[in-house]
């Protein structure tokens, strides 16, 4: 039976002076630290089996997942899918006063954090992950997938694997940038989840890390 493996990754540091949620907002662009994380991803994955490499189309992941598709010499598809999730807080500044969500304004937008009220839900998420994934397996069936997705998309995907409660503190997660989450299946049935961090000597270097975490700020 053949050994596939999916490797999802978050996409790179994003250039975001405004400070806000920028969710699925286009024009947001890896930052040149970003750009660095992309290229020693690349060579992370340099002695892997990469047979395709599949990305949100969200310009961060595309710019994240350029590299690696260069060095294997493949093209990059798009897979909307892979899309960031759909947040209701998109151009809020929730990066430089994370008090503003505490704003009356918002508070009938936390009416049930377990779905969640204020953006796609979590099982929606699933669903289209779980799919991505297994275009993954098709394409690299025997070798390994690189799929650039972001931040809560991967964590929600991991949690449901793991068997956890889904909704969770993002300030928690573990899913820095530029972080892999491998997923190793026999045909399609799941072997094995590992995680690695391979730019994580220069997350210290982020300009929206939250203190005391290796997670970079962001609700969604």
Not at 153 to 163: A, K, L, S, V, Y
């Given at each position: 039976?053949?050994?596939?493996?999916?490797?999802?990754?978050?996409?790179?540091?994003?250039?975001?002076?405004?400070?806000?949620?920028?969710?699925?907002?286009?024009?947001?662009?890896?930052?040149?630290?970003?750009?660095?994380?992309?290229?020693?991803?690349?060579?992370?994955?340099?002695?892997?089996?990469?047979?395709?490499?599949?990305?949100?189309?969200?310009?961060?992941?595309?710019e994240?997942?350029?590299?690696?598709?260069?060095l294997?010499?493949?093209?990059?598809?798009?897979?909307?899918?892979?899309?960031?999730?759909?947040?209701?807080?998109?151009?809020?500044?929730?990066?430089?006063?994370?008090?503003?969500?505490?704003?009356?304004?918002y508070?009938?937008?936390?009416?049930?954090?377990?779905?969640?009220?204020?953006?796609?839900?979590?099982?929606?998420?699933?669903?289209?992950?779980?799919?991505?994934?297994?275009?993954?397996?098709?394409?690299?069936?025997?070798?390994?997938?690189v799929l650039?997705?972001?931040?809560l998309?991967?964590?929600?995907?991991?949690?449901?694997?793991?068997?956890k409660?889904?909704?969770?503190?993002?300030?928690?997660?573990?899913?820095?940038?530029?972080?892999?989450?491998?997923?190793?299946?026999?045909?399609?049935?799941?072997?094995?989840?590992?995680?690695w961090?391979?730019?994580?000597?220069?997350?210290?270097?982020?300009?929206?890390?939250?203190?005391?975490?290796?997670?970079?700020?962001?609700?969604?």
């Open positions: 039976m053949d050994i596939t493996t999916v490797h999802l990754v978050r996409h790179g540091e994003v250039h975001n002076p405004e400070a806000v949620l920028y969710g699925r907002r286009p024009g947001y662009h890896l930052s040149d630290l970003g750009r660095e994380m992309a290229d020693e991803l690349a060579l992370a994955f340099e002695d892997h089996d990469v047979r395709c490499v599949i990305a949100s189309p969200l310009e961060r992941a595309v994240t997942a350029t590299p690696t598709a260069e294997f010499g493949l093209e990059i598809a798009t897979d909307a899918r892979l899309i960031e999730a759909d947040n209701m807080f998109e151009g809020v500044p929730v990066n430089k006063n994370r008090w503003i969500l505490a704003h009356p304004r508070w009938s937008w936390y009416i049930n954090p377990f779905e969640p009220s204020w953006g796609e839900p979590y099982l929606e998420v699933i669903e289209r992950m779980s799919q991505a994934i297994a275009r993954g397996i098709d394409q690299a069936r025997g070798g390994e997938a650039v997705s972001h931040q998309p991967i964590w929600t995907m991991r949690r449901f694997i793991e068997g409660t889904i909704a969770s503190d993002p300030r928690k997660r573990e899913c820095s940038l530029c972080s892999v989450t491998s997923l190793t299946f026999a045909g399609k049935q799941l072997l094995s989840l590992d995680y961090e391979p730019v994580g000597h220069l997350l210290h270097r982020a300009a929206d890390m939250v203190p005391g975490t290796s997670e970079a700020a962001e609700l969604s």
